[in-house]
């Protein structure tokens, strides 16, 4: 098994350009998540799925939006790149269903992207 | 609103020694505590889970314990080793869909 994976592994953009970020999972999780990590700020909530069809927002989300079509890919998007998006960005997923919560169970992350926007 | 912070300056310790590291919640109460390691370059990986009815847990060389009264968990690492040099990030869950809410992180630095 792969994981969770994701693509591309750097990008650098220039302000005011567009791209998606891809989230891959092979273990047929339900839940997944968008984080962005800062020197100082932790890991930070960016959108989440519950399942398949469905997204929310988590603490950060503004700048961003997210899709997620296929159970095992979760697609970060940025449609107006600005230079305070430079970050690394990971995603995560998580066993469990939206009725059973599986609370206790543990994330799985990816490797990241680490995204510049000059 | 709910925090949960980790002592955000790096930890130095000798090879062999015992390495602790704290993690305070504020303003809640998690139902338990996760802990990741995370390597430069890399995303964090799970090390182990304490529920707030625990009072420690163990794992190999790791052990967590749960303080509901200090509002407080701490990790330790015995008999470190220059491997276990890296970053430990504690996270407790915040509402529904299993999200969790990360501390900044600990670098820990074992010296050979």
């Known amino acids: 098994n792969a994981g969770v994976t994701q693509t591309p592994k750097f990008r650098v953009l220039k302000t005011g350009q567009s791209m998606t970020l891809l989230c891959a999972q092979d273990?047929?999780?339900?839940?997944m998540y968008w984080y962005r990590q800062d020197p100082g700020m932790g890991l930070r909530l960016i959108h989440y799925?519950?399942?398949?069809?469905?997204?929310a927002k988590g603490e950060v989300p503004d700048g961003y939006n997210v899709s997620r079509l296929k159970k095992q890919n979760f697609l970060l998007g940025l449609e107006s790149a600005a230079p305070s998006q430079t970050s690394v960005y990971f995603c995560?997923?998580?066993?469990?269903?939206?009725?059973?919560?599986?609370?206790?169970?543990?994330?799985?992350f990816g490797p990241g992207t680490r995204l510049t926007v000059l | 609103s709910q925090k949960i912070e980790q002592n955000s300056e790096a930890l130095n310790i000798q090879e062999g020694k015992t390495a602790t590291l704290t993690c305070n919640y504020t303003?809640?109460?998690?139902?338990?505590l996760q802990w990741y390691r995370q390597d430069p370059g890399r995303g964090p990986v799970f090390l182990l889970l304490?529920?707030?009815?625990?009072k420690e847990k163990r794992k190999e060389r790791l052990k967590v314990t749960f303080d509901t009264t200090l509002k407080q968990s701490l990790f330790h690492i015995t008999a470190s080793q220059p491997a276990d040099s890296a970053t430990y990030l504690c996270?407790?869950?915040?509402?529904?869909?299993?999200?969790?809410?990360f501390g900044q992180g600990t670098e820990l630095s074992v010296k050979p």
């Open positions: 799925s519950v399942g398949e069809g469905t997204t």
């Open positions: 995560a997923s998580r066993k469990g269903t939206a009725t059973s919560g599986g609370n206790y169970n543990e994330q799985f």
């Open positions: 273990m047929n999780h339900e839940y």
């Open positions: 304490i529920r707030e009815n625990e």
């Open positions: 996270a407790s869950p915040l509402g529904q869909g299993g999200k969790l809410i």
């Open positions: 303003n809640y109460s998690p139902a338990y």
